[in-house]
């Protein structure tokens, strides 16, 4: 009985694995697609760019939030396969899941970067006043909570770890 409970909860995570792997393969193909229609309107209309380079700047920070989403659904999907499936899965040492702690870590990282990113596109679309302060305000108040909870868990985390180890 708790053989089958194990051989079908790796199949549900090897599916969710393969999700967040289509999901990361689907990202990084639209945003391919628009980086190729970014750069055929930008060569086509290259004097109009030159003039005023604010909107091609936007389009391409977006489209970096894009390939950042899709390697983070590529790390996750290979976290989740890591930690279920196989865990002598060849990956670099900053690529390596040890626990759902770390998928966490990484997970909130992404996070991190795209609230970033997408602050950086708020920036750039700014027209004047105060109201970028408190959207700035808040996103520093998140990627805080967010760093503060990262840091909590890995040192309960690390601690574990040393007790499991010493006995």
Do not use: C, H
């Not at 380079?53 to 976290?79: C, H, M, R, W």
């Amino acid at each position: 009985m708790f053989r089958k409970v194990i051989v079908s909860s790796r199949y549900i995570v090897s599916a969710a694995s393969l999700g967040a792997f289509v999901a990361s393969a689907l990202l990084l193909i639209v945003a391919l697609g628009q980086l190729i229609i970014t750069v055929v309107s930008t060569l086509a209309n290259f004097t109009s760019v030159l003039a005023d380079p604010k909107e091609l700047t936007q389009v391409l920070v977006t489209n970096i939030d894009l390939f950042l989403l899709s390697a983070g659904f590529y790390i996750i999907g290979l976290g989740f396969y890591e930690l279920f499936v196989d865990a002598a899965v060849p990956v670099p040492a900053w690529l390596e899941i040890t626990d759902f702690e770390d998928l966490k870590a990484s997970l909130v990282g992404i996070v991190v970067v795209v609230i970033a990113v997408a602050f950086l596109g708020q920036v750039l679309d700014w027209k004047g006043g105060v109201d970028i302060f408190y959207f700035g305000a808040a996103v520093g108040l998140v990627i805080a909570a967010l760093t503060y909870f990262v840091s909590v868990k890995a040192v309960k985390a690390k601690d574990r770890r040393e007790q499991d180890a010493a006995g």
